[in-house]
């Protein structure tokens, strides 16, 4: 008794020293997120990594097969005005349509390294945890976008729908190993986008919306 009674003591403290340091109040973290996105701060975060990406491949060697990866979703396409539809959280129907009517701009400072990267010859492919049924939108919301170039889009079957996305994404990039592309770069805003086998120069966009895991 005297044992349970002192691990239950514990777990108070920990609960309270928990709530005073590290919880903040649901609204207080989304003004916090919206005024990141809102400020500037989130551009300017941007402009630094991508900065920071052209120097990383500034003297790589371009060779016929030198492919770049990109995500799609806070990587290429900017869903931010959908994250705020949605409360930030997350409604199926509102992703849907959303997805459907092509909404997505481009995030500038990716589209600028994506221009950079295939004006110095990198080819480039996109692979995205979306699924197999939102192939055509995706393609055209990237077409739309200014994303006029690349190799494929690779998206998810449904017969690999059970795989979490860093298993996923290292599976497509093994295959396309396989079929003689070089990986050299890969640029996403999860770490499941890029950990993982035949990633190359890892490229890291910040993304305060949700965690992909
Ligand atoms: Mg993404």
């Given at each position: 008794m005297i044992k349970i009674s002192f691990i239950g003591f514990i777990l108070v403290l920990n609960l309270i020293s928990c709530s005073s340091n590290q919880l903040v109040n649901l609204s207080t973290a989304k003004d916090a997120v919206k005024d990141y996105y809102e400020s500037g701060k989130y551009d300017a975060e941007m402009n630094n990594v991508i900065k920071e990406a052209k120097e990383k491949f500034e003297n790589v060697e371009v060779k016929k097969n030198s492919v770049v990866i990109f995500d799609v979703?806070?990587?290429?396409?900017?869903n931010y005005g959908l994250a705020k539809q949605m409360g930030f959280g997350y409604v199926y129907d509102l992703n849907k349509k959303w997805n459907e009517e092509l909404k997505a701009p481009a995030i500038k400072q990716t589209q600028e390294l994506y221009f950079y990267l295939l004006n110095k010859g990198f080819k480039v492919i996109f692979i995205t945890g979306r699924n197999f049924n939102e192939y055509d939108v995706t393609y055209k919301n990237l077409f739309q976008a200014?994303?006029?170039?690349?190799?494929t889009l690779i998206t998810q079957r449904e017969d690999e729908q059970n795989l979490k996305t860093q298993s996923f994404k290292s599976k497509k990039r093994a295959e396309l190993t396989n079929q003689g592309?070089?990986?050299?770069g890969n640029v996403g805003d999860q770490w499941t986008d890029l950990n993982?086998?035949?990633?190359?120069i890892q490229i890291k966009l910040p993304n305060y919306l949700y965690e992909v895991k």
């Open positions: 979703d806070e990587t290429a396409l900017n200014g994303y006029t170039e690349f190799d592309y070089e990986i050299v993982g086998v035949n990633s190359g």
